[in-house]
């Protein structure tokens, strides 16, 4: 378990609508990542929040936006769905790293949205 | 632009052998370098890392390997269990502590 916690666990919804992913950090980190899994892809880095700031945008289309809340808890939301938009998206929290530690990233097990 | 490269999707090794699975990047300023396992349905699992500043780094059957010079990183795997098929995908992260991730590697383990 690698204290990252991310639901739903799956998602069925229409082309055009709008859903919400949500995910809890690991207890005490800081850093929140979002990353999509499209079909036989790799992961493709989406967003980085660091302590309810946006820290670094990625592959991120416009109809998709995401925020960190004070008790760190992040929300991606997507909009305007479309059949493309199919995919696992996965949540990672970090912590700080220092000047002689690195922190790796840990993973939730990812939500899977499939657009019809 | 992928800055962190797999070319290979999949290898098969006998059970007991040695996996080799290579990683190559092409962005000077990683410092950080990573390697996670990934089962069906689940989310990636954190395996084992190295800093810039060392070339080699090995935790009990897993051992990664980095050279500086050619942009490029190897994990071993030994001896090889069937318990270690899964995809693995290997990551690099710089100033900023944004990670890339490669495309991932199929790996099969035979009995």
């Known amino acids: 378990d690698s204290g990252v916690t991310q639901t739903p666990k799956h998602l069925i919804t229409a082309t055009g609508q709008r859903v919400t992913l949500r995910c809890s950090p690991r207890s005490g980190d800081l850093s929140v990542y979002w990353y999509q899994q499209s079909l036989d892809q790799g992961l493709q880095f989406l967003i980085q929040y660091y302590n309810g700031e946006e820290r670094a945008k990625g592959n991120i289309l416009e109809r998709f936006s995401a925020q960190q809340f004070p008790d760190l808890h992040s929300e991606l939301n997507l909009s305007s769905l479309e059949l493309g938009d199919s995919a696992l998206y996965f949540c990672?929290?970090?912590?700080?790293?220092?000047?002689?530690?690195?922190?790796?990233?840990?993973f939730g097990n990812g939500t899977r949205l499939t657009v019809t | 632009d992928q800055q962190v490269k797999q070319n290979s999707p999949s290898l098969s090794v006998q059970e007991g052998r040695i996996s080799i699975l290579n990683c190559d990047y092409t962005?000077?300023?990683?410092?950080?370098f990573l390697w996670y396992k990934k089962y069906p349905a689940e989310g990636p699992t954190f395996l084992i890392s190295?800093?810039?500043?060392?070339d080699k780094n090995e935790d009990g059957r897993f051992t990664v390997f980095l050279n500086k010079s050619a942009k490029h990183l190897s994990l071993h795997i030994v001896p090889s269990q069937p318990g270690d098929s899964a995809v693995y995908f290997c990551?690099?992260?710089?100033?900023?502590?944004?990670?890339?991730f490669g495309t991932g590697t199929s790996l099969t383990v035979i009995p």
């Open positions: 190295i800093s810039s500043i060392k």
């Open positions: 990551a690099a992260s710089g100033p900023g502590n944004q990670f890339y």
């Open positions: 990672a929290s970090s912590g700080e790293p220092g000047a002689f530690i690195d922190s790796p990233l840990h």
């Open positions: 962005n000077s300023m990683f410092d950080y």
